[in-house]
C-alpha cells in the first residue's frame, strides 16, 4: 500500500523507519518529513506542512494513499481526520471530536469524570474569580493547568494559594498562551510513579504498547525547563502485566465506550499519561498520538509488523489483533543543541552517524539535521534520538551512551542520567 505520513521529528523517523521496512508498505510519502527519513529505502519527502490542512488535502488529491497516518496532535485537533474523512481517505487519527481528548483538558477530565476513570479529583473554571475562589476556599496542593494546548508548558504544579493564584493569572489574565488559558482545570496533586501506556485503537478495539517513561525536564536530575522529551525507555519497571490489565479494564474500556456514547469512534494511537500509586494508575493526561521520546524507545522493540495494525485501527478492523513484542529493553538518549529549549545555534557540522548506526541493536532517528553537500548539519534544538537495544535496561543504556558517544556536534548537549529511576530499582 501507499503511505503518507504527517509530521518531522523524531517520532515520525521512527515511524517512517518501522513502515518503510513492511512488506505491506510499497511507497511511502513523509509530509514534510525530514533528511534522515529521506534516506530511508521506498521513501519520499513530500513538501507542506502537517499543520497546513489546505496543503496536506492538496498533496492527497495528488499522491493518493491508500493510508494517512497524522504524527502531531495540532492538526488533528484541528480537524485534519475529518477533512481527510469527508474526502473519503483512511487516515490513522482522531477526529476534532476525539483529539479534544488533547486539546482541551477539561473535556478529557469529564470524560474521565462521568465513567469512573481514576484521576485525581478537579475542578474547571472559565472565570479567574471564580478559580480564586476556589484556591481560596480550599488550600492545599494544587495542580493548575491550561485546557488547551500549550507545548507542554501549561501546567503548574503549586505548593500553597498564593503560587496557585498566581498561575491563574498567568494563564486566565495575562493569557501567557493565548486561548488555551481561557479555561483552567485545577486538580489534586499526585504522589506516585509516572509511566506512559500508548494503545492503538479502532474505537472499539484495543491493542496496548508496553509501558514506557520519559524525561521532560533538559537537565540531569530532573531538574531545568519542561522540553518536548530529553529520553525515554521502555518497559517500565514500575510496571508490570497486572497493571496493564488495570489500565485496559478502568481506562481504556470506559473511556472508548464514552467515547462511542457521544458518537465519537476514536481510531488512533492513544496515549495515557498516568501516575501509579502503589500499584494502582490514575490518569494525569490523555494524548492523541504517539510521544516523541517514547515513539523511538518503543518501535525498535516490536516484533510485529506495526503497518497492517496501523491499517487495522485506521479502517475499524482492529478485533483480534496482537502485538509481539521483543522482552529486550530499550532506551533513547536525545541529543539537543547547546540552550535548547531556549535558543540555540544552527548549522553545526555532525559527524560519527554512521559509526553509530553501525553498532549493534542501535537505531539513530533525526529530529532537526539538514543535509548539505554530503554533509549533516544540525538544523534544530532537537537534533538526534539514538536508541539502542539491550537485554535489560543497565544494558541497553550502556549501549545508547556507547552510541551517544560516537556523534560529535559543537553544542551537543544531553542528559547522562536516562532510566535513573530504573536503575535505582
Ligand atoms: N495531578 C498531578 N499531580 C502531580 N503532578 C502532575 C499532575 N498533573 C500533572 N502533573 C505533572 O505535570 C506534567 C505535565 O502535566 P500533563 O497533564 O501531562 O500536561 P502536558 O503534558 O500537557 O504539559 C506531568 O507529566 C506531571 O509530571
Ligand atoms: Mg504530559
Redesign the pocket.
Do not use: I, N, T
Given at each position: 500500500m501507499r503511505v503518507m505520513l504527517l509530521g518531522s521529528g523524531g517520532r515520525e523517523h521512527a515511524l517512517a523507519w518501522c513502515f518503510s521496512k513492511s512488506p505491506q508498505c510499497e511507497r511511502l510519502l513523509c509530509l514534510p518529513g525530514n533528511p534522515g527519513i529521506a534516506v530511508l529505502e521506498n521513501c519520499t519527502c513530500v513538501e507542506g506542512s502537517a499543520e497546513d490542512l489546505e496543503s496536506v488535502l492538496r498533496s492527497v488529491r495528488e499522491q493518493r494513499p491508500d493510508l494517512v497516518v497524522v504524527g502531531p496532535e495540532a492538526p488533528l485537533v484541528a480537524g485534519l481526520a475529518d477533512r481527510l474523512l469527508d474526502a473519503g481517505v483512511t487516515v490513522l487519527g482522531p477526529t476534532r471530536a476525539g483529539a479534544q481528548l488533547e486539546g482541551s483538558?477539561a473535556f478529557a477530565k469529564e470524560i474521565m469524570r462521568e465513567s469512573g476513570i481514576p484521576t485525581?479529583a478537579f475542578e474547571s473554571f472559565a472565570d479567574a474569580a471564580a478559580a480564586r475562589s476556589f484556591l481560596q476556599a480550599h488550600p492545599g496542593r494544587w495542580?493548575v493547568?491550561a485546557d488547551g494546548l500549550?507545548a507542554?508548558k501549561?501546567?503548574f504544579?503549586c505548593d500553597g494559594v498564593s503560587e496557585a493564584v498566581a498561575a491563574v493569572s498567568r494563564l486566565m489574565e495575562e493569557r501567557a498562551f493565548g486561548v488555551a488559558g481561557a479555561r483552567v482545570v485545577i486538580?489534586?496533586?499526585?504522589e506516585g510513579e509516572?509511566a506512559s501506556c500508548i494503545a492503538l485503537t479502532d474505537g472499539s478495539h484495543v491493542v496496548m504498547l508496553p509501558f514506557s517513561q520519559d524525561h521532560?525536564r533538559a537537565l540531569d536530575g530532573d531538574r531545568g525547563p519542561n522540553t518536548g522529551g530529553m529520553g525515554a525507555y521502555s518497559p517500565a519497571p514500575v510496571a508490570d502485566e497486572a497493571l496493564a490489565q488495570l489500565v485496559r479494564q478502568q481506562v481504556f474500556s470506559p473511556l472508548l465506550s464514552a467515547l462511542r456514547r457521544r458518537g465519537i469512534e476514536y481510531r488512533g494511537f492513544l496515549y495515557a499519561?498516568l501516575?501509579i500509586t502503589q500499584g494502582a494508575p490514575r490518569v494525569?493526561?490523555f494524548n492523541v498520538r504517539l510521544g516523541d521520546p517514547e515513539t523511538q524507545a518503543l518501535l525498535p522493540r516490536l516484533e510485529s509488523d506495526l503497518l497492517p495494525l496501523v491499517y487495522a485501527a485506521a479502517t475499524g478492523t482492529l478485533a483480534g489483533a496482537n502485538l509481539a513484542c521483543s522482552p529486550r529493553a530499550s532506551v533513547c538518549v536525545v541529543l539537543a543543541s547547546r540552550g535548547y529549549p531556549g535558543p540555540y545555534e544552527k548549522g553545526l557540522p555532525i559527524t560519527g552517524l554512521q559509526s553509530a548506526q553501525a553498532l549493534p541493536d542501535t537505531f539513530v532517528f533525526h529530529a532537526g539535521t539538514r543535509r548539505e553537500r554530503g554533509q549533516w548539519l544540525t538544523a534544530g534544538g532537537r537534533v538526534l534520538g539514538v536508541t539502542a537495544l539491550g537485554d535489560d535496561i543497565p544494558a541497553a543504556v550502556a549501549a545508547a551512551y556507547r552510541a551517544v558517544a560516537a556523534i560529535e556536534f559543537s553544542g551537543k548537549t544531553y542528559r547522562r542520567d536516562i532510566a535513573h529511576r530504573a536503575l535505582r530499582r
Open positions: 483538558k485525581a495542580v493547568k500549550a507542554g501549561g501546567v504544579p486538580e489534586e496533586y499526585l509516572e521532560k499519561g501516575m494525569l493526561e
